[in-house]
């Protein structure tokens, strides 16, 4: 067999990591642009991340330049699996201590949308983007994300099609929707090995009845977001939506709280807060019935909108009927307000691709030119964690320094992030195609570290390298999830690969 070349290393412990990577690219130039292409998105962002910005090149003329061509070919031509890097990014997560998966995380489902223009781009269309909050011209992405109080980072992404893109619309046998691509979301990491407390999810898929029905005929546990207003058919005296049926509930105070029970939800920065949460009793609800509604509140009194949840899940409560055939563990009020609020770090996941690592910022038009640099934005964001937990079992030299030049935004109280947000700042503005306001900076001295290795010869007009990639670790994991609540019993079950859920689809399209 012919010895392969030697590739340039990545600077510092980039190199390490892109190593791990180097039997799934046959060629030469396809390892070095893979660590060119990381080594850029980890570059502070004194621009978008585009092919241009990656290798630090003037953006127009420099737009024909030989390295920016590479990284084009790299990911729009070049004979690589995506889905086979990103098997082996979780691969490496699930083997590493720091962060491989345990049965008290969640996985959540979430989708995001981001400003396109255009029509030429695959799978983008006028549609609903969630970043922005209305309908617009853009690309929307199916995402699935693994948590815990102490790590959390993306799994699996496929984009959404709109019916318009495709020849027969929604009777295309390749259209899916939003929910139907979110249950294969879950097979996939399922079949990738990870196990979980339960998958949450907001009311967009809690309330679709294509995805919950898939996931409870496959016993798989859940907690996911109603509406306040979901109504079902109900007597005309009886409550017709969870928040009637919350107002419902008996509250005489803190001294003599009624129907409900107090709830301490712990934050990183060692202040707690008080939740009230109750079990509903209403149409197909009970806290004994197959699905439980939970209502979660600051205020059992006013209900207040931002920080009053209404979930929906099968995990029994401690003492029903169900208790003793479920598979998992029953779930009280305070573990059910605990795998909720895990959820919302799916969002800051959002804000640290987007902001920091460019999720939006491709110039490519092909679906798997897409699909690449999204998964390639994935590896660069386990490589922060992996280089935080490494770095966590030594002691910061002297002449490293990650200050902070401008106060970040705080975590209201009112959010319903579950400990302190790691990167509570909006971003710079970046233009149409992605929606940014403004952004706390941070600078880096790094001075003869041996955490991060010296910088390789750059030529004329490139950008300085991923020597102060440590400021970067810190804005992402500074303030990481902590120790929530009192950790449930660890589950007694592992589901095997085999047991999917996807062909359960059919019934329910």
């Known amino acids: ?81 995506a889905e086979a890097v990103n098997a082996r990014r979780l691969e490496l997560l699930v083997s590493d201590p ?37 309908v617009d011209n853009g690309i929307v992405a199916v995402s699935s994300l693994w948590a815990d109080e102490r790590v959390y980072y993306p799994l699996h992404v496929q984009p959404y099609t709109p019916a318009e893109r495709l020849p027969l619309g929604k009777k295309d046998p390749a259209f899916r929707t939003k929910p139907q691509i979110a249950v294969e979301l879950v097979d996939a990491a399922l079949s990738a090995g990870f196990t979980f407390r339960a998958i949450v999810s ?101 209900l207040p909108d931002l920080t009053t949840w209404y979930l929906a899940a099968n995990l029994p409560r401690p003492g029903s009927p169900q208790a003793a055939d479920w598979p998992v563990p029953a779930a009280d009020l305070t573990e059910v307000v605990r795998i909720y609020g895990l959820r919302n ?12 690592l460019g999720w939006a910022d491709f110039m490519v038009r092909s679906d798997q030119a897409i699909r690449r640099h999204w998964y ?25 320094e990650v200050k902070q030049t401008a106060p970040m935004e705080a975590v209201s109280a009112e959010s319903d992030v579950e400990e302190d947000d790691p990167v509570a700042e909006p971003a710079m503005g970046r233009g149409k195609n992605t929606q940014q306001a403004g952004r706390a900076e941070y600078e880096g001295t790094i001075g003869s570290s041996r955490i991060v290795a010296g910088s390789p010869a750059l030529g004329q007009g490139l950008a300085g390298p991923v020597g102060s990639y440590l400021a970067l670790v810190a804005r992402v994991v500074q ?7 009192a950790s449930a019993a660890r589950l007694g079950w592992q589901r095997s690969p085999t047991q999917l859920i996807s062909p359960m689809l059919t019934k329910y399209r």
């Open 345 to 356: 770090w799916i969002e800051q996941g959002y804000k640290q691709i987007k902001n920091e």
């Open 479 to 485: 303030l990481a999830p902590a120790s929530g609540t």
């Open 202 to 302: 907001d009311c967009i898929y809690g309330e679709n009845v294509t995805f919950e029905a898939a996931l409870a005929m496959a016993g798989l546990p859940y907690v996911l977001g109603l509406k306040p207003s979901k109504g079902i058919w109900a007597p005309a005296d009886a409550a017709h939506t969870p928040e009637e049926a919350a107002s419902e509930l008996h509250w005489g105070g803190p001294e003599a709280p009624g129907d409900w029970t107090k709830v301490v939800r712990h934050f990183r920065d060692g202040h707690e807060e008080i939740w009230w949460a109750a079990d509903l009793a209403f149409g197909p609800y009970g806290p004994d019935k197959p699905r439980r509604a939970v209502v979660a509140t600051t205020d059992p009194a006013t």
């Open 98 to 134: 720091a962060t491989a998966p345990h049965e008290n995380g969640v996985l959540v489902i979430d989708d995001t949308g981001d400003r396109k223009d255009g029509t030429k781009t695959a799978h983008v269309a006028r549609q609903y983007l969630g970043s922005i909050g209305k």
């Open 1 to 81: 067999m012919t010895q392969r070349l030697p590739c340039p290393p990545a600077p510092g412990p980039l190199e390490e990591y892109a190593a791990q990577f180097d039997d799934l690219f046959c060629y030469l130039a396809q390892r070095r642009n893979f660590r060119t292409y990381l080594e850029g998105l980890l570059l502070p962002r004194d621009r978008n991340k585009t092919l241009t910005a990656l290798v630090g090149t003037e953006p127009v003329i420099g737009a024909q330049a030989a390295p920016v061509q590479q990284l084009q070919f790299f990911v729009s031509e070049s004979t690589w699996e």
């Open 376 to 400: 390639l934005v994935c590896c660069a964001f386990s490589f922060i964690w992996r280089s935080w937990f490494n770095n966590q079992t030594e002691a910061a030299p002297p002449d490293v």
